[in-house]
Nanobody, 124 residues
């Protein structure tokens, strides 16, 4: 079992940056893909970014491409999401997720593990 705990959210003005962290109880050798999702009030959960646990090119939602960067520190069992040039539309609860079956599946929301979320609020 892998537990995921997000941190780093907050309330900021548009244009600034935030860095979210996702601490894993352990990075299991079985993990294949790790990533971030978000859900705004009244909206469906949407994918944000994902990266293969073994490395490789990350994937991003079109809405965050060029502004957000996903990375991982295996030594620290931590996944990060650097969010630059934040917009009010980025306001949402952000969730860390991981699965055992690959990024293509995680991209459709099929995660084995989910964090509790961290709130990001961006005001204009």
């Amino acid at each position: 079992q892998v537990q995921l705990v997000e941190s780093g959210g907050g309330s900021v003005q548009a244009g600034v940056f935030l860095r979210l962290s996702c601490a894993a109880s352990r990075f299991s050798d079985d993990l294949v893909c790790v990533g971030w999702f978000r859900q705004a009030p009244g909206k469906e959960r949407e994918k944000v970014a994902a990266i293969s646990f073994q490395g490789g090119s990350p994937r991003y939602a079109d809405s965050v491409k060029g502004r957000f960067t996903v990375s991982q520190d295996k030594a620290e069992n931590t996944l990060y999401l650097q969010m630059d040039s934040l917009k009010p539309d980025d306001t949402a609860m952000y969730y860390c997720a991981a699965n055992l079956i690959g990024c293509s599946r995680l991209w459709t929301g099929r995660a084995s593990y989910w964090g509790q979320g961290t709130q990001v609020t961006v005001t204009s």
